[in-house]
């Protein structure tokens, strides 16, 4: 509701001094847009330019996903935000973190792998403790290169499901998310003293869905609907969309549409003045790099100069902007993203580094990105000399700690029995649709295939159809797939663009055991209604043997959750590399505070590591990354555990590193 804000201008003042934003002698721009700590209006878009409270506002902000910062950076990021002068911070909210199993919430109060990343209210009260406005982007989807893009895996157990749709086996479940997820932060909007200024309706939506035609205009009303029935209508309402080539397909009444792109601000800025000639212009993605996938040549980087340039030619035009990424961070655990393509590798799953070519690196180092946008920000700010500018938070510290030799091992065998186990007597089945999590199937890692089949020295297994993603075979426990080693590899058995393949399994003319080990690489974060039913694992075709189908099959469940992970029994002293799938533990002791680091994989092949049971993400030796970044926060002073799960071959030790190998 538009009227007093729920505190005084001098409580206010000593409110963001006490919590360290500045000196109490300068102005913020609270300060200056909430004078009195009166406000009359919020986020207003007519005419050329947005006014807040009745004042013009240029918006300068930068994307922050707080879900893949470490929470114990968050302020330490927000400031070094606002000392590049912007004034917002922009974030998406993850479905499928905040979701996790139907019904159950997660805002960093369960024992969840993430928890601790997910209290988005303190985020946000946060940000504007740093003097940020902050532009919120709920969801459902949002792509973001994140696993899923952001949807929770257990929609697939509605074997009719379409998303991003006028379905209701959609819309009931996105109603039940807004409907917990809005009341908690609807009164930290800017017309209740709190800072968010605009909200997105969906994501990108015109690049898939022409919301001109009645599906897709129904499932945008539905949103803005349940939005204002939460009460989030006393923001502004905005769409994203790349309007060049979708002008306002994406586009839903009274909501103002914004432009994403990286290039050509011209073209863009004057397609979107033509979609709406009485409304201010706003660059809602300005990339300011892109996301590696794995198996690329290099590590994606743009030239600064570029980028600047851009940039300006953007605020020239008297738009405002919001640069995706400001800081890429990670995508921590097993939440990369993914996307099917026409050209190879034919499936293109990123990277657990989200470094992005940001101004701040995943790390959150001041790059030369940093500076030109801090320099360019300032020639436009029209309050520039009269709201101040904080310093530079220093850079954090890295360290390179000592080797860790590896100490133990636990093999293949001991690891699946650790593991949920369920029969099934009808051939194999998806991870989503295993009856675990109170029946909400499995969303990431490992499936597993056991059958027992009596083999020859000729045998032959054949899977119909594709594998979901990458599948490794063993028979008594020898591996008879190889790792990755050239590109025309991803045709063959075992691999996502392999279809109908076989693969020589020879046996003693006696009954073996064979087990199929199936990684979810990741799930498409982008597309339309029939893009996303990406079920993981064994379930598109069928399993035969010597062409006997086989449909009885033991199935486990290989989650490697953290706290999961971090009680495993049955370690034995490493004396050797294992060839097969195993895990390999190390400590390692800090005997002060401890500081970021990079654990230098490239003597490893494929896998995760999980560090203190942590799991800092995946790594692959085709890269381009050959690092993985450890937040000191993660780490303590005492005895630390590193535990990787490798797919193939390992290294005998963990080599820690102050910088990234990007690659």
């Not at 946008?373 to 890295?398: C, F, M, S, T, W």
């Not at 189908?549 to 049955?570: F, P, R």
């Amino acid at each position: 509701m538009v009227g007093e804000a729920n505190m005084t201008s001098w409580l206010f003042r000593l409110f963001v001094c006490i919590l360290g934003w500045k000196s109490c002698h300068g102005l913020g721009y609270y300060d200056y847009y909430v004078p009195e700590g009166t406000i009359k209006a919020g986020l207003v878009a007519k005419g050329d330019t947005f006014t807040l409270n009745d004042k013009d506002l240029t918006i300068f902000s930068g994307s922050l996903h707080y879900f893949r910062v470490h929470p114990d950076y968050w302020r330490d990021t927000l400031k070094k935000f606002r000392a590049a002068g912007l004034n917002a911070v922009q974030t998406y909210v993850p479905w499928n973190l905040h979701e996790p199993r139907r019904g159950v919430f997660d805002f960093g109060d369960l024992d969840e792998d993430m928890s601790a990343f997910l209290d988005l209210r303190s985020f946000l009260q946060m940000a504007q403790e740093e003097d940020l406005f902050v532009l919120f982007r709920p969801g459902p989807y949002i792509c973001s290169e994140w696993e899923y893009g952001g949807l929770p895996s257990w929609l697939l157990r509605d074997e009719n499901m379409r998303m991003r749709i006028n379905y209701e086996g959609f819309m009931n479940p996105v109603r039940d998310y807004f409907n917990n997820l809005l009341p908690r932060i609807a009164d930290l909007q800017f017309t209740r003293g709190g800072p968010i200024i605009a909200v997105q309706i969906e994501n990108e939506y015109g690049s898939v869905v022409d919301a001109r035609e009645p599906e897709g205009k129904a499932y945008l009303e539905f949103l803005k609907e349940t939005l204002t029935a939460n009460g989030l209508n006393e923001s502004l309402y905005y769409t994203s969309d790349g309007v060049l080539g979708n002008e306002d397909r994406g586009a839903v009444e009274g909501a103002l549409i914004t432009a994403n792109f990286n290039e050509n601000p011209e073209e863009n800025l004057n397609k979107l003045k033509q979609l709406q000639p009485d409304r201010p212009l706003m660059t809602t993605e300005y990339w300011t790099g892109w996301v590696d996938t794995w198996m690329a040549d290099s590590h994606i980087v743009t030239d600064p100069k570029k980028f600047g340039a851009t940039l300006e030619a953007i605020l020239q035009r008297n738009s405002s902007v919001n640069m995706y990424m400001f800081i890429g961070g990670t995508s921590f655990a097993f939440m990369p993203g993914g996307g099917f393509g026409e050209s190879w590798p034919f499936y293109f799953s990123d990277t657990t580094s989200y470094d992005y070519d940001a101004p701040l690196s995943e790390a959150g180092d001041y790059t030369e990105k940093y500076t030109v946008a801090k320099d360019v920000i300032a020639k436009y700010n029209p309050l520039e000399g009269v709201v101040d500018h904080p310093e530079k938070p220093p850079q954090r510290e890295k360290i390179a700690y000592d080797k860790v030799a590896i100490a133990e091992h636990l093999d293949f065998p001991t690891l699946l029995a650790q593991q949920t186990s369920v029969e099934v007597t009808e051939g194999p089945c998806s991870m989503e649709q295993l009856p675990v999590n109170d029946n909400n199937g499995q969303s990431y890692g490992y499936i597993s295939y056991t059958t027992h089949a009596y083999l020859t020295p000729t045998s032959q297994l054949l899977i119909t159809n594709h594998v979901r993603d990458l599948a490794q075979v063993l028979v008594d426990g020898v591996v008879m797939t190889k790792p990755y080693s050239t590109p025309e590899d991803v045709n063959g058995f075992g691999f996502w663009n392999g279809k109908d393949q076989e693969l020589d399994i020879p046996g003693s003319n006696e009954v073996a055991e064979v087990t199929i080990m199936v990684e979810n690489l990741a799930r498409n974060n982008f597309g339309g209604p029939d893009d996303f039913i990406e079920k993981k694992g064994i379930w598109e075709g069928s399993v035969f043997i010597d062409g006997i189908q086989i449909d009885e099959w033991v199935i486990h469940s290989m989650e490697m959750k953290g706290k999961q992970v971090a009680n495993y029994t049955g370690w034995q002293p490493f004396e050797g590399p294992l060839e097969t799938p195993a895990m390999y533990r190390g400590v390692f002791e800090i005997t002060e505070a401890p500081k970021d680091t990079f654990l230098d994989m490239s003597g490893w092949n494929k896998g995760v590591v999980f560090i203190n049971g942590f799991n800092v993400g995946k790594y692959w030796k085709e890269g381009p990354p050959r690092t993985l970044y450890v937040p000191g926060a993660l780490l303590q002073i005492g005895l630390n555990e590193i535990i990787a799960f490798e797919q193939y071959t390992p290294s005998s030790e963990f080599i820690f590193s102050t910088v990234p190998i990007l690659g």
